[in-house]
């Protein structure tokens, strides 16, 4: 059975940090591209951060230089690493994996998480 299961949300001020974890089980870890994504109340929801099969990784331009997303292939899990918080940051945020099919990583058949909530207040 696929799962993705996050931790580490939480409340947190302005300025402030948090590490959220994504678990991952039943699948081939290393054979997929990883990300994180985020929906606040009444926004749809966005990409936050991206990992692809090789390492590589991408940001939306709203946290470029604050967050940082990694993964450890022997634990298999991914990780994104929230520094510089704003009360703008505040959201439920999502793992999800993408199987990669040839070269692409296939949104078409993304697997997520729960979410975990995080809190910046000011």
């Known amino acids: 059975q696929v799962q993705l299961r996050e931790s580490g949300g939480g409340s947190v001020q302005a300025g402030g940090s948090l590490r959220l974890s994504c678990a991952t089980s039943?699948?081939?870890?290393?054979?997929?591209?990883m990300g994180w994504f985020r929906q606040a109340p009444g926004k749809e929801r966005e990409g936050v951060a991206h990992?692809?099969?090789?390492?590589?990784?991408s940001y939306a331009d709203s946290v470029k230089g604050r967050f940082t997303i990694s993964k450890d292939n022997a634990k298999n899990t991914l990780y994104l690493q929230m520094n510089s918080l704003k009360p703008e940051d505040t959201a439920v945020y999502y793992c999800a994996a993408d199987p990669v099919v040839g070269e692409t990583c296939e949104s078409g058949v993304r697997i997520w998480g729960q979410g975990t909530q995080v809190t910046v207040s000011s």
């Open positions: 039943g699948y081939p870890f290393t054979s997929y591209c």
């Open positions: 990992i692809d099969s090789d390492g590589v990784t």
